[in-house]
């Protein structure tokens, strides 16, 4: 299996508890290594700077990580500040690195394309390519809605967006950023109003109420296991890419739980430390599936 993710590698300076860490972090260091951990050929869509360390690189080379073009440019690295609060978390853009240009046009290269930007670095324009080059296309929104205001990020309507989400499989919001693109605060408002601008699967995370995943006429939900998150940075990356790399030979059903555990496993843990083995995910999606509720069809 083939997987493309595309996204800005970034170094994330976390505070939390007191106690500040930087580390590599975006969706294709988290994705890409979990992705690489599940089986899959891993390729990455990204941009950094040289300021990212020839060390790193070799970091994600080592693990089986190909780069789809060179990832350096002249721009600095993108760079986010993430101060961890008991209920939320701020976060600031400190540098952003350059835009990634989509793939050219061409029969189906992979299996899976996982889009995930984190500063607006993929322009929703580009979807179409992506979709042409996969037979299942992921995204989650949060670089296509992130606003940013003197370094501060907040979340705002995308209507380009919108426009082309009929080409997508899968996506995954949060309330906040369902809310930016639907008006809805309800998570199954929210995922009833994403499958009528169609997309095909709807996955809508609620912390620790759990997520939802809607699927034609099906909803379904689950609740994470009780384990105390570290600091969350990377979870919703990992459940995407699980659930993506499940929906390959499993049932949505069967690849919700997957998807949780795949989030949960080491949620306990600092940054990359939190993308767990396959056995682990295994062994905690067996435990999640029998607590999968279906909250509206037959299931």
């Known amino acids: 299996m083939r997987a493309l993710v595309a996204g800005h590698l970034v170094l994330d300076s976390i505070l939390t508890g007191g106690r ?14 979990l992705l690489r951990r599940l089986g899959f050929e891993v390729t990455v869509a990204t941009r950094v700077g040289r300021d990212f360390g020839d060390e790193r690189l070799a970091q994600l080379l080592s693990a089986g990580i190909s780069f789809a073009s060179s990832p350096i440019i002249g ?11 008991p209920r939320r978390r701020e976060m600031r853009i400190v540098s952003r ?39 299942f296309i992921y995204v989650d929104p949060q670089g ?8 501060r990020v907040t979340l705002g309507a995308n209507t380009s967006l919108k426009g082309v989400l ?12 369902g809310r930016a693109l639907t008006g809805m605060k309800d998570c199954r408002r929210i995922s009833s109003e994403l499958m009528s601008l169609g997309v095909r699967e709807v996955l809508v ?20 296991p009780r384990i105390k998150a570290f600091d969350g940075v990377g979870a919703g990356d990992l459940l995407g890419a699980g659930y993506s790399a499940a929906r390959m030979s499993r049932s ?3 690849s919700l739980a997957f998807a949780m555990a795949c989030a949960s496993c080491r949620i306990d ?6 993308i767990p083995e396959a056995e682990e995910v295994e062994g905690m999606a067996a435990e999640l599936i029998p607590k999968v509720e279906t909250l509206e069809g037959l299931g």
Not at 20 to 33: F, H, K, R, T, V
């Open 97 to 135: 690195c350059g835009d990634i240009p989509p793939p050219s046009a061409g029969h189906r290269e992979y299996d899976i394309v996982l889009l995930n930007p984190v500063a607006g670095e993929i322009s929703p324009k580009s979807l179409p390519r992506y979709k042409e080059a996969s037979r």
């Open 205 to 224: 995370t609620d912390g620790a109420n759990g997520t939802f995943l809607r699927v034609g006429t099906e909803l379904y939900h689950v609740r994470p």
């Open 269 to 274: 843990r600092a940054g990359l430390g939190k």
């Open 75 to 85: 721009s600095p690295t993108t760079r986010f500040e993430i101060t961890i609060l």
């Open 144 to 151: 296509f809605l992130r606003k940013i205001d003197e370094g």
């Open 166 to 177: 009929s080409v997508v499989d899968a996506m995954k919001v949060d309330v906040e950023e």
């Open 252 to 254: 949505p059903r069967d």
């Open 20 to 33: 500040a860490s930087e580390s590599i972090g975006g969706p294709p260091a988290y994705m890409g290594l």
